[in-house]
Every structure is written in structure tokens, then in C-alpha cells.
């Protein structure tokens, strides 16, 4: 599927009435619970005024629902199950101006032409909402108070604090993939940190996942990459509390991790000052999955934030915003982005426990209010990024 508008028997003014006919409200109803994924798919589903009242007065109404539709988007479904969801993504869309439901649409349309009318005003509100620079707005605030939050952060990290001059450094654990943290672990023990680095063999990804368990299949790896690093494998399930006790066993006060799948108790609360995370994208803004690729939707600062790790998905108190400008102006596409982001991991690593070893714990506020959690990008809108974002950049 591309983004551009179809060839139609319609006008502009059908367009405006198509629009208008599908979010109109005619009674003024919201619900007080989301309905369930079960609901909105059922044939006799009909709370369409509802669903309307609710994208009008607070669209993060929704919020459950859009994460259940985003994990249906492989399941087959009828064409009114289909018909129902693509329904209500459109009118999301429209209402909110939330891309995300685009996102979404875009995963469940596949061109069927028995939603044609849906997909017109879905790609005709895609045309209309993006800017001269092929950015899309982004619903909560504009791309400046973003930049406005990042500045405004920059003092908390530079702020003196007293502390007694023989308090020993903190005891640091880098936890993930050994060949994440080879030159991490260097760099630090340079600087007189004591770390440790632990392997857990899992990943959300099968193939991913079979790789790690592979045993000599990735110590070979890793030697043909030059790997030469000390680590204590914890080959257990991910969500095992040996491996808490292991950790914890340790006396380690910061932890990075660099991991594959979602993060337990069992991790979490194995660091006396916490666990850290280095997430691709400014926070609190951005969430979630795909965050370099929103970011350049957005036209968002690219860079990364290191923040601590909570239950929910990047909420932790924020240690610091890290930017670097330029890169659009020389990279064209989003994995050569990515690469950059990667190869500064060790500066963003070693610079955090220098802040955390001052400070003791994060200071800047992660608003969960001010941002929205994201789902993996249609391969659509990655072909806009490129085609119409970074490459009209350079």
C-alpha cells in the first residue's frame, strides 16, 4: 500500500461530506469503560455515537483497545470484524489526529477495496495533516515545546552536588548481550567503576531467542566479532526469581540494561539505586516501539534518553536527554540512523553512572501525560520517512 490518494470518483466536497457524515455525532453519549476488543468486532456492534463522544472529549480514552487492536494485526478476521475495526481506526484518526491509528489502519486495510471509501479519508487526512516538510503534527504539543523540554532538562545534570570525597563509586551491573557491552565495561572499569556483566540467553524474537541458547554458536560469534569480554551467563527463564537472587547476591547499585523482551520484578529490583534503560527517542514524549521512526514523523530532536526502569513502559525518572544534531542532513535512510544512535551507546552509558554516581538517583520529571506509547511502524510509513522526510533533508 502507498500514501497516495487513490484515483476516485469523488470530489473534494464528497470528501468533506464523507468525513463529516462518519463523525458526525448525533447524540452525545460517552462510555464510561472502553469497549473490549470482543465488542468492537461483534456484528451487532453499534455504539458508534459512544465511541465518537469519547475520541471528542479525551482520546487517550482508548488507549487499551488501540494496544489489543495492535496485537490482532496478523489474525484473520470477517469482512464486518475487519469492517468494524478499520471503522473505528478511521474515526480515531480523524478525530484525534493520532497517526497511530493510521498505523493501525494501515496493518489491517491491505488494499481491500470494500473499504475504499475508509481508506480515501484516511489518506486524505494523512495528506492534510502533514506540514511542507512531510511531518505529521504530533496530538499532545508542537515539535518546539519538545525541543523547549530538552533544553530545560540540560541543567539538572550539571547541577554541583556535595557529597563526602571518600564515598566509593557505585557498584554497576550491565545486564543483556554481551556484545552491547564490551566496550561499556572497558570504558568504565577505566574510570574506576567495579561491573559485572550478565547474560540472559532469551528474546521476544524466536530466531533471536534460538541464536542466544545456542551456546557455541554464539561464543563463536562473538569471537569472529573480537568480543573479548567477562560475563556470567543466568540460564534460567526471564522471568525466573534465581535470577533476582543471583543479582541481588551481587551488592550492585546501578544497572544498564540492554534486553529483548519485557522487563520483571526478577530484574527490576535487583539494583540498590535501580535499573536504567537506553531508550531511542526523547522521553516523556515518545514510547514505546519504532521510536526513531516516529521521531523523524514528528520531526522531533533525534537522540536518546536515559531514564529508570518501571513496571510500565518507559516511565522512570529521567537521568539524561542526550541530542545530536545533523544527522538527517547525512544519513538517508532509517537504519543508517539507527547505526548512529547505536555506535554513541557507550558515551550515553558511561556519561549516566558519572551523573547517577553525583547525584544518587534521576531528577527530571518522565510526565506520562505528556507522551503517547507507540507500536511497531507500517513498512508504509517507513518508505514516507525515507522518501519524503530524510532524503528531502539532505
Given amino acids: 500500500m502507498n500514501l497516495e490518494l487513490p484515483d476516485s470518483q469523488y470530489s473534494s466536497s464528497d470528501v468533506a461530506r464523507l468525513k463529516n457524515e462518519l463523525v458526525a455525532i448525533n447524540k452525545f453519549e460517552p462510555f464510561t ?61 480523524l ?40 511531518c505529521h503534527s504530533f496530538p499532545l504539543c508542537k515539535a518546539e515545546e519538545v525541543e523547549s523540554f530538552i533544553r530545560s532538562s540540560e541543567s539538572f545534570d550539571a547541577e554541583p552536588i556535595s557529597k563526602e570525597a571518600d564515598k566509593p563509586l557505585p557498584k554497576i551491573g550491565l545486564i543483556g548481550t554481551p556484545s552491547f557491552f564490551s566496550a561499556i565495561d572497558k570504558e568504565l572499569r577505566e574510570n574506576g567503576y567495579e561491573v559485572e556483566t550478565f547474560f540472559i540467553p532469551y528474546h521476544s524474537d524466536k530466531l533471536k531467542r534460538i541464536i542466544l541458547k545456542s551456546g557455541p554458536i554464539f561464543r563463536a560469534y562473538l569471537l569472529a566479532k573480537g568480543i573479548n569480554i567477562k560475563y556470567t551467563t543466568l540460564n534460567f527463564d526471564h522471568k525466573d526469581p534465581r535470577i533476582q537472587e543471583i543479582l541481588s547476591s551481587r551488592k550492585l547499585d546501578i544497572g544498564f540494561h540492554k534486553l529483548g523482551f519485557i522487563i520483571r520484578d526478577n530484574i527490576i529490583d535487583s539494583f540498590r539505586t535501580g535499573l536504567f534503560n537506553d531508550h531511542w527517542g526523547v522521553l516523556p514524549f515518545i514510547r514505546g516501539r519504532s521510536t526513531i521512526e516516529y521521531s523523524l514523523l514528528f520531526g522531533f530532536p533525534l537522540g536518546a534518553t536515559v531514564h529508570k526502569v518501571e513496571r510500565e513502559v518507559d516511565t522512570g525518572a529521567i537521568v539524561k536527554i542526550y541530542t545530536y544534531e545533523g544527522i538527517t542532513q547525512s544519513r538517508t535512510t532509517i537504519q543508517s540512523v539507527k547505526r548512529e544512535i547505536r555506535s554513541r551507546l557507550r558515551d550515553r552509558v558511561v556519561d549516566s553512572a558519572k551523573i547517577l554516581s553525583r547525584i544518587g538517583e534521576p531528577r527530571i520529571a518522565n510526565e506520562k501525560s505528556k507522551g503517547l506509547t507507540f507500536y511497531s511502524i507500517h513498512p508504509t510509513l517507513s518508505r514516507y520517512i525515507e522518501e519524503r522526510i530524510l532524503k528531502s533533508s539532505d
Fill in 33 to 93: 469503560e472502553p469497549p473490549k476488543f470482543a465488542d468492537l468486532i461483534n456484528e451487532g456492534f453499534d455504539s458508534w455515537d459512544r465511541v465518537k463522544s469519547n475520541f471528542k472529549t479525551d482520546f487517550r480514552f482508548f488507549e487499551k483497545l488501540l494496544f489489543r487492536i495492535h496485537f490482532k494485526r496478523k489474525a484473520d478476521f470477517r469482512a464486518f470484524e475487519r469492517g468494524n475495526i478499520l471503522k473505528f481506526l478511521t474515526i480515531g484518526y
Fill in 95 to 134: 478525530m484525534a489526529d493520532d497517526v497511530r491509528y493510521f498505523n493501525e489502519f494501515l496493518w489491517f486495510c491491505k488494499d481491500d477495496p470494500d473499504f475504499k471509501e475508509l481508506r480515501l479519508l484516511s489518506l486524505n487526512h494523512f495528506k492534510e495533516i502533514t506540514g511542507e516538510n512531510g
